[in-house]
């Protein structure tokens, strides 16, 4: 059983600074690329941002220079460091991730949290 917590939403003026936090959380063997995504109602969830095992990341064309996507491999860890946030911003934010666990079988496996929101006034 496998989990993606997410923290670190809240409300913040525009120009103003959030960082999320998704910890998989359970029996991890290893995390494929991970990924945070956004989504307001009536709209489609898009993707924000994406980084590698690697590390190599990748953004929207909305957030490239403000947002930066990191991770802790040895944690389990994704973060979305939020800066020069905009009221267009506002969203739930959700990680996802494709997992391999080992126990007690071999198993890959995509999880989703279950989202924080990101809420920025003007």
């Known amino acids: 059983q496998v989990q993606l917590v997410e923290s670190g939403g809240g409300m913040v003026q525009a120009g103003g600074s959030l960082r999320l936090s998704c910890a998989a959380v359970?029996?991890?063997?290893?995390?494929?690329?991970m990924y945070w995504h956004r989504q307001t109602p009536g709209k489609q969830r898009e993707l924000v941002a994406v980084?590698?095992?690697?590390?190599?990341?990748d953004y929207a064309d909305s957030v490239k220079g403000r947002f930066t996507i990191s991770r802790d491999n040895a944690a389990n860890t994704v973060y979305l460091q939020m800066n020069s946030l905009k009221p267009e911003d506002t969203a739930v934010y959700y990680c996802?991730?494709?997992?391999?666990?080992?126990?007690?079988?071999?198993?890959?496996?995509?999880?989703w949290g279950r989202g924080t929101q990101v809420t920025v006034s003007s």
């Open positions: 359970g029996n991890v063997f290893s995390i494929d690329d």
């Open positions: 996802n991730a494709e997992v391999t666990s080992i126990v007690p079988e071999r198993r890959v496996a995509r999880y």
């Open positions: 980084i590698s095992p690697g590390g190599s990341p």
